[in-house]
């Protein structure tokens, strides 16, 4: 369910489980489920990052060849 994310659902839910864990009441087993969980969407985030830098890198290809045409 979580590859389904898109960038910005992800870096929502990341910014909710921060706060979370912040909390100095979290009992230790649930920090350590939302750490995973948090890794997961970093792993996601880090993803949607690299694929937007390709699109952008291949749009810049093709506008530095249509302006030396």
Known sequence: MAEKLDFEQALSRLTEIS????????PLEESLKLYGEAVGLIDICKR????????????EKI????NEA
């Not at 706060?19 to 979290?26: E, P």
């Open 19 to 26: 706060a979370a864990m912040n909390d100095q009441n979290i």
């Open 48 to 59: 949607r990052i690299e694929t937007a830098k390709l699109t952008v890198e291949k749009i």
């Open 63 to 66: 506008e530095n060849v249509n």
